[in-house]
């Protein structure tokens, strides 16, 4: 059996509060889903500096800001804006947030996924 890249439905739009992140777990991975005006965006649920979960972390103008040390990472494509130490090249490349191709269709957001199907990729908040 081969996997693509296929849209499953999140949630509705107004599901996601605005100025932070919430869990949202897909296929049992954690990640998190935040809003951005009227588009909202999915990445890993967790920091890449010492692992700390990112719900409930400070979103503002796209970025998110991690609650144990600050790190910031843009959610539009995961890129490190700001860490815990002067921020090099190597950081940039190598602590990069996973994030997952989103689109938001009739107030719907979805998410791009690899799986058989849409209906067997299982979603909760």
Known sequence: ?????????????EAVPTGRAINVHINNQRCIIARCGDQAYIAQGYCTHMLYALRDSAVKDCLITCSLHG????????????????LTDEIRQRKALR????????GVVYVAWNAESAEKVRVRL
């Open 1 to 13: 059996m081969s996997t693509n890249k296929v849209w499953v439905r999140v949630c509705p739009l």
């Open 99 to 106: 994030v997952y191709e989103t689109e938001v269709r009739d």
């Open 71 to 86: 790190s910031q990472f843009d959610l539009r494509d995961g890129s490190v804006q700001s860490w815990v130490t002067p």
